[in-house]
């Protein structure tokens, strides 16, 4: 048990240098070749950060474990969108793009609704079995490819460039920042969650619990790391585009990739944690388009905040 304790601290403190590398090297290729900040966070950032998601779901879906592939990509959007955003938002209001507003969070609230649908399919068709099939994973694989395009395509249209204030790195540094960087934040959650997972076990929380607040917290810690760093050097775009990005790759890539490896049967009990997260979304869409223009402010992350509290406590109470 303690060196459990050790290692996932050891974890923490990996994927905090881990997200400062990331950050930089991010933000050195987004002012090199004049790209927007918003687009290296919804890609470059985002798949780093969601790369824990990613190698423990492969795995979680090969051994059959359903409950840890669902409560880890719904329990970290849910993680990245309330906890994160509330306390990247308390500290720093964050104005974003009008793109994030009104297209990257739309989107996000697309694919929650879209996963919805392809889970509870006995809604329309009472013969089918909640399964995530590997036809679903092709379609989810297909959203993801869309997706990408869509980003390329504000590439090409978004004249923002990255801000004069970032440090301009040489080439091998920039490679190494972000690759470091990367391999940090891989290593940490991995520390963090194998760890976490253990602890948990020994204190006798079910498979569903575990994935939804440990191993989602815990695989959600690299988002966390980065987009503090980002709002800490007010980089407002990567900070969000990190969260926004992040949950879209979770939907998108990672259940397509555990699906396509094994279709994934689904508990109905998930359907509240999806009620959450995509709540949660509509509120950040209206936070954003309602009062100061695309702006989370202190008061609205607190809003978020206190739900995830309110939220966590109702879990634990059931499982009691």
Known sequence: ?????????????????????????????????????????????????????LVVNSFAAADGYSDIVFGNVIGSNNFN?????????????????????????????FAVIILFFMLNDQIIFPQQSGILSRLDGFILLFCFLAFLFYVYKQLKNDTALAEENIQLLSPLKTTIFIL?????????????????????????????????????????????????VAASKK????????????????????????????????NLNFNQDLYILAGGTLFLLLAMIT???????RWEALILLVAYLGYTTYLVMQEV
């Open 180 to 228: 470091g960087g990367l391999a940090g934040l891989v290593l940490g959650g991995q520390l963090v969650v194998s760890n976490a997972i253990e602890i948990a076990e020994n204190m006798g929380i079910s498979q569903k619990i575990i994935g939804l607040t440990v191993v989602a917290a815990g695989t959600s810690l690299p988002e966390l790391a980065t987009s503090l």
């Open 1 to 53: 048990m303690f060196l459990a304790a050790f290692l996932l601290i050891l974890g923490l403190v990996v994927l905090v240098f881990g997200a400062n590398y990331m950050v930089e090297g991010a933000s050195a290729l987004a002012k090199k070749f004049n790209i927007s900040n918003l687009a290296i966070g919804l890609t470059i950032v985002a798949f780093g950060t969601s790369a824990p998601e």
């Open 291 to 297: 009062g100061k223009k695309r702006r989370l402010d």
């Open 235 to 266: 980089n407002a775009d990567i900070a969000v585009g990190n969260i926004i990005g992040s949950n879209i790759f979770n939907i998108f890539l990672i259940l397509s990739t555990a699906s396509l490896i094994k279709p994934i049967a689904f």
């Open 81 to 109: 969108l309330f906890i994160i955003l509330g306390i990247t938002g308390l500290v720093t209001p964050l104005a974003v793009q009008s793109s994030t507003a009104w297209k990257e969070i739309p989107i996000s609230l």
